[in-house]
């Protein structure tokens, strides 16, 4: 699965969103999420980001972001 990060954060562009075709993505507190078990790991959302905050979560360190990507999409 891919993750977003801090980066995200009050970001206001949308452009994964608009390229995800699973719509996986949801609305966190101040930041977007995705949903783990509905992102197919397609990467498109990637490269997309302004802000380069979409990583795969095979990267380093990054198990506190998959944590709150996980709860916040699993609210809605
Ligand atoms: Fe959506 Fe693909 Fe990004 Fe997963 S990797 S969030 S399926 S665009």
């Known amino acids: 699965t891919y993750v977003v990060t801090d ?4 970001c206001k562009y949308t452009d994964c969103v608009e ?8 609305e966190g507190d101040n930041m977007l999420v995705i949903n783990p078990s ?3 790991d397609c ?3 990637e490269p997309e980001c302004p802000a380069e905050a979409i990583l795969p979560d095979t990267e380093d360190g990054l198990e506190k972001w998959l944590e709150l990507n996980t ?3 699993a609210e809605w």
Do not use: L, M, R, T
């Open 71 to 73: 709860k916040f999409s």
């Open 38 to 40: 509905e992102c197919i």
């Open 7 to 10: 980066a995200c954060i009050k």
């Open 43 to 45: 990467g498109v959302c």
């Open 19 to 26: 390229v995800c075709p699973v719509d996986c993505f949801y």
